[in-house]
């Protein structure tokens, strides 16, 4: 059975880490609870528990236990650790790691100070690193997916899971978790859609599936999947061969692999994502088709979402995504890289950097 994404988070806290007795873990908890509670979703809960873990381990270490004990200067004194932090490979913390870290810690004070439990808010007036304008470090090119995709075995019902896996990825951008919680009734084979039910920000979305993808997605339907089944159906569109629901470690090792065997060293269920926004970027796809595949509500505080009909996407989805069983000539010009496609490219390295600390 799968795993609670909280159970997973705490998971970090060992019996033996004496900050598990810190007077701040009491606040973590009912901080969390009244994150749940308010109805932001599970991803967000787990990814506050991860970075409250690291910050009152910090704490821990210099003798900080109550919230009362905590100002400013030692909050910027934490955010400059984050920043010369060395993980064990010599790698320094991504910006976007670093803000998975400090952004919990500006809502759990904000909620300390609405909750009375401080008088002011120290974490107010913190300023948070800025995402350098850059392009992702990796994308992959449409010669390297096809050679990740070319991995699976699809002479094998496993290889026949991995290649539409792969390939919904590829097609949709959906997040690993969304994938993961996909019922077989969401697909819709004849219209070529699927919908994501109460994806990041519990935004439910219909997003457009390729040919191709569809293709794979019938045949892993058709052959695969009655084959895997136990007594005990619930649905759930992929499984494992013991007949149940991926976890998510799981379903990014194999993804992993698969890349790896392709030459590429880094990245995994992500890459995919990101990778298709880009191609459909690069093919000429309107930023705000782009927007609503990826289920981002807005792309900055200026830039409203626009509700686009699922007819146009899927136009636009067969016009410029490169993977599609019958080539469309598109004559559109490839677009340069505005600041709206820099935008988006950015959410999407901040979500990377969310998965990595999740």
């Known amino acids: 059975m799968r795993k609670s994404r909280k159970k997973t988070a705490q998971k970090k806290i060992s019996v033996a880490d004496p900050s598990i007795h810190n007077g701040l873990r009491s606040y973590q908890t009912a901080f969390i609870e009244w994150t749940e509670t308010i109805g932001l979703s599970a ?3 787990a990814t506050r528990q991860i970075a409250l873990d690291y910050f009152i381990q910090w704490c821990d270490e ?12 030692m909050l910027e004194q934490y955010q400059r650790h984050l920043y010369h932090y060395r993980k064990a490979n010599g790698q320094s913390l991504t910006y976007g790691t670093q803000l998975t870290r400090l952004n919990p810690l500006k809502a759990f004070f904000k909620w300390l100070t609405r909750e009375n439990h401080i008088l002011y808010n120290p974490a107010s007036e913190l300023i948070l690193p800025r995402l350098p304008r850059r392009l992702p470090q990796r994308v992959l090119s449409r010669e390297e997916v096809e050679a990740v995709l070319s991995q699976a075995d699809v002479t094998t019902l496993a290889g026949i899971r991995e290649r539409a896996v792969m390939e919904l990825f590829y ?5 690993r978790m969304e994938l993961l919680q996909l019922k077989v009734f969401d697909v819709q084979i004849r219209q070529g859609t699927l919908m994501v039910r109460q994806g990041k920000g519990r935004r439910d979305r219909v997003v457009p599936v390729g040919q191709r993808a569809l293709a794979w997605l019938t045949k892993y339907l058709n052959e695969v999947r009655p084959q895997l ?16 629901a ?11 692999r698969r890349m790896r065997e392709a030459g590429i060293a880094q990245g995994a269920c992500h890459a995919f994502r990101h990778a298709c926004a880009t191609h459909m970027l690069e093919n000429g796809a309107d930023i705000r088709f ?20 699922i007819v146009k996407l899927q136009e636009i989805h067969a016009a410029t995504h490169p993977a599609r069983l019958t080539r469309i000539k598109n004559d559109m010009q490839e677009i340069a890289i505005d600041a709206e496609k820099q935008t988006l490219l950015d959410a999407l390295e901040i979500e990377d950097s969310e998965e990595e600390a999740s």
């Open 43 to 45: 991803q967000t809960a």
């Open 62 to 73: 210099r003798g900080l236990s109550r919230p009362q004990d905590i100002t400013r200067p």
């Open 171 to 175: 097609s949709t951008a959906i997040r």
């Open 229 to 244: 089944l136990t007594s005990y159906d619930d649905g759930t569109l992929f499984l494992t061969d013991e007949g149940q």
């Open 246 to 256: 991926y976890e998510k470690g799981r379903l990014g090792d194999m993804v992993r």
């Open 290 to 309: 782009i927007q609503a595949m990826l289920g981002h509500a807005e792309l900055s505080t200026t830039q409203i979402y626009t509700q686009v009909s």
